[in-house]
């Protein structure tokens, strides 16, 4: 299905569930009609100017992977076999590559990674020992729109550094 889009001291981590149908489809992340992913990296600050899906590689280019809880499957969230997520995986990707912070794009990712049910999660940051600054997001899926709030992710985006800048 998606790869992975990580490497050691990435600026951020961004999980979801999992692919979404569509996603699986086109081979590329957050590719389903209505996901507000794409543009809201760049209205949070997290990237300098605007992406569409497919852009995965400038998104990594600053300093910003992919990644998600459960991986080789596809389909809403409801549809995603409980024996898919793997949270230890993306808690071994973190303590490897040591990003400055790792932000759920959803309760259920962030729930699914941590072992708590979504009504326990709080939608900003939270501190876990041994880990980097955790945000729980609200989903950028269309089918989460009565969820919306681009406050959070903005905030998500103002605790970074600026936009990466390579050079």
Not at 67 to 85: E, L, N, W, Y
Not at 111 to 132: C, I, K, N
Request: include cysteine; charged fraction near 20%.
């Amino acid at each position: 299905m998606l790869p992975d889009y990580l490497a050691p001291n990435l600026r951020a981590v961004i999980c979801g569930v999992a692919a979404s149908r569509r996603s699986g489809e086109l081979g590329r992340y957050y590719a389903g009609p209505g996901n507000r992913f794409w543009p809201v990296l760049h209205e949070a600050g997290l990237v300098r100017a605007p992406l569409r899906v497919g852009d995965e590689a400038a998104l990594f280019a600053q300093g910003i992977g992919l990644t998600d809880v459960a991986k080789g499957v596809s389909g809403m969230d409801h549809q995603i076999d409980p024996r898919a997520f793997s949270p230890e995986r993306v808690r071994g990707l973190i303590a490897e590559l040591r990003p400055q912070a790792v932000g759920f794009n959803s309760k259920r990712a962030a729930a699914e990674f941590l072992g708590l049910p979504t009504r326990a999660l709080v939608y900003g940051a939270m501190t876990v020992p041994d880990l980097p600054p955790l945000w729980v997001l609200p989903s950028t899926s269309g089918a989460a729109r009565g969820f919306w709030d681009a406050s959070v992710w903005q905030a998500f985006g103002a605790s970074l550094a600026a936009p990466f800048d390579p050079a």
